[in-house]
């Protein structure tokens, strides 16, 4: 497949590439610091642009089979560029005629805020992470409300640990053995095998160990 991926620079969005690349796709690597991708490698093609640019979003998506989505900002962040971002690309897609979008979200969004235990719910939700729940969850409601065959990936607290294949996806009530953490590639992992699989299309998927 030829894939558009954002938010490329990223802890996700690079294992994204790299995985990508290892299984045979092409990229289209779309970030706002070129350089920060490093050396050229077969099958990459690099976009630089600004992700609420229309035409430079439009630009990376042309010709593509599918978009993986993984937009980031710091956790105090309040620019929401991960909605208006994937607005962007939304709409960048219906224009290009791209239908397939794997999109990331986090474990605590929407109907998933249930999973969560109380002490995330009662303290860290709204006092800490309140900006990046606001965010992701106007960007769920766009993806949600789009034409598109999406997929919204909610994966617990990322790590940088190496790929374990090990992990649950799917569940949607509490779990006491559950640690609500993952790797990111295991997360790019997961987010690769949406390209082919029907299993959560139009579904918000949760990931964890």
Not at 77 to 82: G, K, P, Q, T, V
Not at 86 to 115: F, K, N, P
Not at 146 to 173: D, I
Request: charged share 20%; with cysteine; net charge positive.
């Amino acid at each position: 497949m030829h894939l558009a991926i954002f938010g490329a620079t990223g802890g996700v969005g690079r294992h994204l590439i790299n995985r990508a690349l290892e299984q045979g796709h092409t990229v289209n690597a779309f970030t706002r610091h070129r350089e920060r991708l490093g050396q050229a490698q077969a099958g990459l093609r690099i976009v630089e642009g600004d992700a609420l640019d229309g035409a430079a979003v439009r630009r990376a998506v042309t010709g593509s089979d599918a978009v993986l989505c993984a937009l980031g900002m710091p956790l105090r962040n309040a620019s929401r560029l991960r909605a208006r971002g994937t607005r962007t690309i939304v709409e960048a897609m219906a224009a290009m005629g791209v239908h397939r979008l794997v999109c990331l979200s986090a474990l605590g969004s929407g109907d998933s805020r249930a999973i969560l235990p109380w002490y995330y719910r009662a303290f860290l939700v709204p006092f800490v992470m309140n900006r990046l729940f606001d965010d992701h969850e106007v960007q769920e409601e766009i993806v949600a409300a789009s034409s598109l065959e999406w997929t919204l990936v909610r994966p617990g607290n990322f790590t940088n640990g190496p790929r374990t294949g090990a992990y649950r996806h799917g569940f949607t009530r509490p779990d006491a053995s559950l640690t609500l953490k993952i790797a990111q590639v295991d997360v790019a992992d997961f987010m690769l095998e949406q390209l082919t699989s029907d299993r959560y299309l139009h579904a918000a998927p949760a990931l964890s160990c």
